[in-house]
């Protein structure tokens, strides 16, 4: 069973940078038809994606957020993260680290997603 969860602190202050960590079990990070996201869900709003990884250890974000988010991996681990910088109130949110399974290339689907984790900005 695959199983991810996010870690990190819930509060962060304008200008900082928030940094998460989603630990994945059941499944290896370099799984050649998984990869992997964080997504966002500001209260009130839908869900945004932010940026991921996938198995060859390639990155993609957000263009809306691109000079600010840089994720990266730990494969000893079996983790990867999210690095936030200047934060500001528009970035409090609940983040989710979620599986995107691609073992069917025209159609890749999220399947597990962590708890999620709510993040606060303020000083």
């Known amino acids: 069973q695959v199983q991810l969860q996010e870690s990190g602190p819930g509060l962060v202050k304008p200008s900082q940078t928030l940094s998460l960590t989603c630990t994945v079990s059941?499944?290896?990070?370099?799984?050649?038809?998984?990869?992997w996201s964080w997504i966002r869900q500001p209260p009130g709003k839908g869900l945004e994606w932010v940026g991921g990884?996938?198995?060859?250890?390639?990155?993609h974000s957000s263009p809306a957020l691109k000079t600010r988010v840089s994720i990266s991996r730990d494969t000893s681990k079996n983790q990867f993260s999210l690095q936030m910088t200047s934060v500001s109130p528009d970035d409090a949110a609940v983040y989710y680290c979620?599986?995107?399974?691609?073992?069917?290339?025209?159609?890749?689907?999220?399947?597990?997603w962590g708890q999620g984790t709510q993040v606060t900005v303020s000083s």
């Open positions: 979620a599986s995107l399974d691609c073992r069917d290339d025209e159609n890749c689907m999220y399947d597990f």
């Open positions: 059941g499944v290896s990070l370099t799984t050649d038809y998984y990869a």
């Open positions: 990884i996938n198995h060859d250890g390639s990155t």
